[in-house]
């Protein structure tokens, strides 16, 4: 096995190792704290930004720390707030809740907060103790200003490395997936090395280019952790993403999604709601250099800045019930498109690895 080969198999073994970490979040009444990991095998770190309501109505409710979905009960955690804008004599104020079912902070505590909360305020939470298999380092509720410009939450990014690769891992399955042109010389030593049949696949793909060397399948611009709902408007009856041939397009800072006059690259601008509504009916085209696509399928992540972020996965944006959903939307929210199914001119559905975001904003 040549030094290249043994590199990838390094790659792939410590990306696998990362992939199965458990997922961590911290519940807060009905908001929650997706936590990641920062250091060592059991540091975790998160934030959530609410507005002052949200935050003084939920810290009413239960405190439950989740692994996978199911709470840990016995752990200690803290939780603290210094006011940002001190009076003179001001204190730290702080709690120790034992995890527990139904626990919450005590009612004393809940007042002497909200009296004091404010814009640009941080609740914060940290666990005590041994660290078992989570050490909370800081989870935070930051306080939003509701009067500053709207800000998307997540930015994407376009990939604009030139590199362009005959062969892709996916992780994430029972057996990890080889997707490779193996009409190319050189992949026919990465061949060798996955063809235990026992522990991996292989798919042919003659011609088969992409951007990135390794995917899991759990891969999504928005976090599904963060996502409350997800609802199929979909008719079609197609693969996994992951099983289709994909475009990879060195130069993605030349790619476009264009929605009626309303245009994002990869993100739009702030559109005003009535700007959003005068639109929204218009089919969404994809704009890329060379070739010409046509939107075929993809999942549309709705995100308000009040409220539970619901992703729906559709074929057409003006399918009625697409702009059902699309005409409940409010100001103040993000709508990205992700996991994007196309078809090239000759009618090849492929996977476009993109991800495109629309503002809708007063201000």
Request: hydrophobic share 35%; net charge neutral.
């Amino acid at each position: 096995m040549n030094k290249i080969a043994y590199l990838i198999l390094g790659f792939v073994l410590i990306t696998a190792s990362l992939a199965s970490a458990q997922k961590y979040q911290l519940k807060v009444g009905n908001l929650v704290i997706g936590l990641k990991m920062v250091s060592g095998p059991h540091v975790y770190n998160g934030r959530t930004e609410v507005y002052k309501d949200e935050a003084i109505e939920n810290l009413k409710g239960p405190v439950v720390l989740l692994k996978d979905g199911v709470p840990m009960y016995g752990k200690k955690i803290i939780f603290y707030y210094l006011p940002t804008k001190r009076d003179q004599g001001s204190n730290l104020i702080s709690t120790t809740l034992e995890l527990a079912k139904d626990v919450k902070i005590p009612e004393d505590i809940q007042k002497q907060i909200a009296d004091k909360l404010d814009i640009n305020d941080n609740i914060t939470v940290q666990s005590t103790g041994p660290e078992e298999s989570i050490s909370l380092n800081s989870a935070a509720l930051f306080i939003k200003d509701p009067s500053a410009p709207y800000k998307p939450p997540v930015y994407p990014s376009y990939n604009n490395e030139n590199d362009v690769f005959s062969f892709q891992l996916v992780g994430g399955l029972s057996k990890t997936l080889l997707k490779v042109d193996s009409n190319v010389v050189s992949n026919k030593k990465i061949v060798a090395i996955y063809k235990d049949k026992k522990k991996y696949d292989i798919m042919h793909i003659p011609g088969y280019r992409t951007k990135n060397r390794y995917v899991k399948i759990t891969d999504s611009f928005w976090d599904p952790d963060e996502i409350s709902n997800t609802v199929d408007l979909s008719k079609l009856k197609l693969k996994p993403w992951y099983l289709y041939p994909e475009i990879a397009i060195e130069t993605e800072y030349a790619c476009s999604a264009k929605w009626g006059k309303m245009n994002a690259a990869p993100l739009s601008q702030n559109h005003a709601l009535d700007v959003f509504k005068e639109n929204m009916n218009n089919p969404l085209e994809i704009s890329i250099p060379k070739d010409q696509v046509t939107l075929y399928h993809f999942e549309m992540i709705i995100v308000p800045d009040r409220g539970e972020t619901t992703k729906y996965i559709c074929d057409s944006i003006t399918d009625p019930k697409v702009q059902e959903v699309l005409g409940k939307v409010g100001d103040r929210s993000a709508i990205y498109f992700q996991n994007l199914m196309v078809k090239n001119a000759t009618g090849e559905v492929l996977y476009m690895p993109l991800t495109f975001g629309f503002l809708i904003a007063s201000k």
